[in-house]
């Protein structure tokens, strides 16, 4: 995709990230995180966008171009960099200010937003299991459906794996059967999914109203919200950066401190530090993403990165 061509992902991915900043921060001071519905933090559904964007734009790339070690190698450059750099990053800081961890915080965890990680690791093998098998979109449907119900019975507990996966299968489906991005089945998505949360099933109606809200609005081009990319896409960095930067300022000024002036301190070097991850590391590393045999890129001239390439 040019810059031309520019779609509200970018801008929906910064409002999850955000989403996740602002509910841990109540957290991370020991207040209540606000709910939206259920037990559903509005930091959870920040990672509910998260999975159904990530659903819909991998999806994109590996039927874009099916092959099993480009498509591996451009996963793991996006996400690896900017993680490897993060973590002693972080632990360094920490040592520096001479902290030995966050024992007096409400929350001792150093980085509790990485544990969503892995499941979206998860979602990628089922996604590349799945276009292996067949390129057909309904098998790629029932992988995510099955994978849900069965992982759903196997414990009696919360399946952090199964839930997410539903959302990410709900993104991958509405990638490979573009019938069900038409106004009429968003429509009918939205209106099963209020049903669905009315009568307690929260979790299968967020299934059928993120997904669908979150590609209908991300597939446009809305001046206000295309230009946000301008910056650059931030959101993986506020995402790994926010919560080791929110401990820090609560174990420096404590948990007392009213929650809009710790705010006040954390958004902005989140920020700084994801702009910086985001034009040292991640962009860079992009320019190792292999590109799909005989495409458009001329000889010497540089590879123009896709929405599609950036997950």
């Known amino acids: 995709m040019t810059h031309g061509q520019r779609n509200n992902f970018d801008a929906l991915r910064l409002f999850g990230a955000f989403l996740v900043l602002i509910s841990h921060q109540f957290a991370l001071s020991g207040r209540a995180e606000p709910r939206f519905v259920g037990d559903h933090s509005f930091g959870n559904l920040g990672v509910l966008i998260f999975f159904s964007i990530s659903g819909y734009l991998v999806t994109s790339s590996w039927l874009k171009d099916p092959h099993i070690l480009r498509f591996t190698a451009r996963r793991a450059l996006r996400m690896m960099p900017a993680l490897c750099v993060s973590i002693p990053l972080t632990?360094?800081?920490?040592?520096?200010?001479?902290?030995?961890?966050?024992?007096?915080?409400?929350?001792?965890?150093?980085?509790?937003?990485?544990?969503?990680?892995?499941?979206?690791?998860?979602?990628?093998?089922?996604?590349?299991v799945a276009g292996v098998a067949t390129r057909r979109p309904s098998i790629v449907f029932a992988v995510g459906v099955f994978g849900y119900f069965v992982l759903s019975g196997l414990q009696s507990g919360e399946s952090f794996l199964a839930d997410f996966g539903l959302f990410f299968a709900a993104g991958s489906l509405l990638r490979a059967c573009p019938y069900l991005r038409k106004p009429l089945p968003t429509l009918s998505s939205l209106v099963i999914g209020y049903a669905l949360?009315?009568?307690?099933?929260?979790n299968l109606g967020l299934a059928f109203v993120v997904p669908s809200l979150t590609i209908a609005i991300g597939v446009r081009s809305w001046a206000g919200l295309r230009n946000i990319s301008k910056v650059g896409d931030l959101s993986y960095g506020i995402y790994i950066y926010a919560w080791p930067v929110q401990q820090i300022g609560v174990a420096r000024w404590g948990r007392e401190t009213p929650y809009l002036e710790l705010l006040s301190i954390t958004v902005p070097v989140t920020v700084a530090l994801a702009a910086a991850s985001w034009h040292l590391i991640e962009k860079k590393a992009l320019r190792f993403k292999p590109g799909r045999p005989f495409g458009n890129s001329a000889p010497g001239r540089a590879r123009v990165v896709s929405e599609a390439d950036l997950h």
């Not at 030995?100 to 979206?120: D, K, M």
């Not at 949360?197 to 929260?202: G, L, N």
């Open 91 to 128: 632990l360094a800081v920490i040592a520096v200010l001479g902290l030995t961890g966050f024992p007096q915080n409400p929350r001792h965890l150093t980085n509790g937003s990485l544990w969503t990680i892995p499941y979206e690791v998860y979602c990628y093998g089922l996604l590349l």
């Open 197 to 202: 949360i009315r009568v307690d099933q929260t």
